[in-house]
């Protein structure tokens, strides 16, 4: 089942969606002067009725076990089946059971065995089976018509108000409908098993470990993944329909698919199954695209060339560690796995680092309609009140969440974003514990950042200006600081260099932020520079062998391009 919001041509209008209050109706009995009372919020749905549900504990209808009712319009048997998900407190306790637009009942018709109908078309019109008084009919305008006949046949039993959550198109405005379409889906089960074992096993390490709970629970519970999307772009399913064209000649199975790599690969396979010559042959692709999950689950080993055993496919598959969103777990990170070990026999990484989500000051998530994300490109280069409102007014907000998000951005930025800097933007994120809660992106803590990268362009500035234009740094191994400050120094540079490399290992970027601008701050700045009497050049290359492959390392290039 999906989700489908009915076309609307620009020279068709439409009724708006009536209200949704409750409509209770009988269905008559087989027997004579006996009915069976159903509410319902979409009587225009009625002809899409396959059963009738109620609670097995209901002592009101524990004598209907069974039993069949009859179709107040089309006259078809409906039976009475028992359900323990229907509330017996809701409504009359009876709910019609209509699978072809409604999720719950798509389940409850699946596990009784009760047969699929669609009586609403991709148009929003009704197309009930078999045609009939309300073929081509709006849905809107068939609500109104059911209920009128309803009354007509003395089965309308009134209307009370109901509270519910209707959804709504947030592009068109229009309801949206949940319809009936074939789809192409994918048995995961037995991929899922070599997932959770790859982590049970420690072959895969997620990073922080707490992720292993959601992981197995998971891949316990997974289910078959519909790879079908009704999308303008994507990666068109390669499957064809296929068709035999001679006249006289035996037509194959109408459900007769075939999957292959291209049209012509699709033709042979065809020609083989169907006994015929290829050029007989009728072929028509499905015009769904993929999933796009499905698409990037192939990325790590497609994008070296696979099925082909490329050298980049050798040489950069499987890589070592993936650095990506929590939230991405399961979407990607999962489907990477399952994928990469079924079509290349080996995982596409060892190690998952999987940050926190990235939130506003206020640990809100950061929405456009909000008026609080925070555009990267405005932090680095900085932006005005004035530009920041432009910006917003380009995109694709109603009015009313125009408005929001306008408010929204005066109250969170009245003078703008000053410019930060990429190293300072960089350093402000690294330096959250990525591992545990949300980070709270604050365009103050990044200024902060470009305070600490500004002293550090300075501090540079100063030891080369000490140490003269025509130093030249001996091997950090040939040097022999005398000089008590100089060895103290370089024994707190040793220290720093240890705890940053045992945080890199452990994949706590956090802490081995915190150790480089402690040790520059702190020990570099506050005591050396300070303190010392004057610069000893015998201690610089140290400075300039290991500070930069550190500063690398976390993406902060202004100290390693102003001391190289």
């Not at 015929?276 to 497609?302: N, Y």
């Not at 009245?414 to 365009?443: F, K, M, Q, Y």
Request: proline share 9%; charged share 20%; glycine share 8%.
């Amino acid at each position: 089942m999906s989700l489908g919001v009915p076309s609307v041509s620009p020279t068709m209008s439409h009724p708006p969606p009536p209200p949704l209050p409750l409509f209770p109706h009988h269905h008559p009995w087989l027997s004579p002067g006996l009915e069976l009372p159903v509410a319902t919020t979409r009587p225009e749905t009625m002809l899409g009725d396959v059963a009738v549900a109620v609670h097995p504990m209901d002592p009101r209808y524990q004598h209907l076990h069974g039993r069949h009712l009859r179709h107040p319009f089309t006259g078809q048997l409906l039976p009475v089946v028992t359900d323990p998900t229907v509330e017996p407190t809701r409504g009359t306790g009876a709910v019609k059971v209509t699978p072809g637009h409604s999720h719950p009942d798509l389940a409850l018709a699946r596990a009784h065995g009760l047969p699929l109908l669609s009586v609403i078309g991709d148009d929003g019109t009704m197309c009930p089976p078999g045609g009939g008084w309300l073929q081509g009919v709006h849905r809107f305008v068939a609500r109104d018509k059911v209920v009128t006949a309803l009354s007509q046949r003395g089965l309308y039993r009134g209307t009370q108000d109901h509270a519910m959550t209707l959804p709504m198109c947030s592009r068109s405005g229009d309801v949206i409908e949940y319809l009936l379409k074939d789809q192409w889906f994918l048995q995961c089960q037995e991929m899922a098993q070599c997932a959770r074992e790859a982590v049970v096993s420690g072959r895969l390490q997620l990073v922080p470990r707490f992720h292993e709970k959601n992981w197995k629970t998971w891949m316990d519970n997974v289910g078959d993944w519909c790879l079908s999307r009704q999308l303008w772009w994507g990666h068109r399913v390669p499957a064809y329909k296929v068709g035999v064209s001679p006249p006289g000649s035996d037509p194959p199975d109408r459900g007769l698919w075939v999957v292959a790599r291209s049209e012509d690969e699709a033709r042979d396979e065809a020609a083989r199954l169907c006994h015929a010559p290829p050029r007989d042959i009728e072929l028509q692709q499905d015009p769904d695209v993929l999933d796009t999950w499905f698409s990037s689950a192939l990325f790590p080993f497609a994008a070296l060339g696979w099925p082909e055993e490329t050298p980049d496919l050798r040489r950069f598959y499987p890589t070592t560690l993936l650095e990506t969103g929590s939230d991405l777990l399961f979407f990607w990170v999962a489907r990477m796995v399952m994928l990469g070990q079924e079509l290349t026999g080996h995982l596409p990484f060892s190690q998952v680092l999987l940050h926190s989500l990235v939130r506003d000051a206020a640990g809100r998530k950061m929405s456009k309609s909000l008026g609080n994300v925070i555009d990267p490109r405005d932090v680095i280069g900085g932006a005005s009140l004035q530009e920041l409102q432009e910006k917003l007014r380009r995109t694709v907000l109603d009015p009313h969440e125009l408005a929001v998000a306008s408010e929204g951005q005066k109250r969170q930025f009245p003078h703008g974003i000053p410019e930060c800097g990429t190293d300072a933007l960089r350093l402000a994120l690294c330096s959250h514990n990525v591992h545990g809660d949300d980070i709270r992106l604050d365009v103050a803590a990044v200024l902060n950042q470009r305070h600490f990268c500004n002293k550090v362009w300075n501090a540079v500035k100063f030891v080369l200006a000490s140490v003269g234009p025509h130093f030249i740094p001996r091997p950090p191994e040939e040097t022999v600081p005398r000089a008590p400050m100089d060895r103290w120094v370089l024994s707190r540079l040793a220290r720093a260099v240890g705890e940053f490399g045992r945080r890199m290992e452990a994949l706590e970027v956090h802490g081995a932020t915190a150790a480089a601008q402690h040790f520059w701050l702190r020990s570099f700045c506050d005591v050396y520079l300070v303190g010392g009497a004057s610069v000893c050049p015998s201690v610089c290359p140290a400075f300039v062998s290991v500070l930069p492959r550190c500063c690398v390392s976390i993406h902060f290039h202004s100290l390693a391009s102003r001391w190289c």
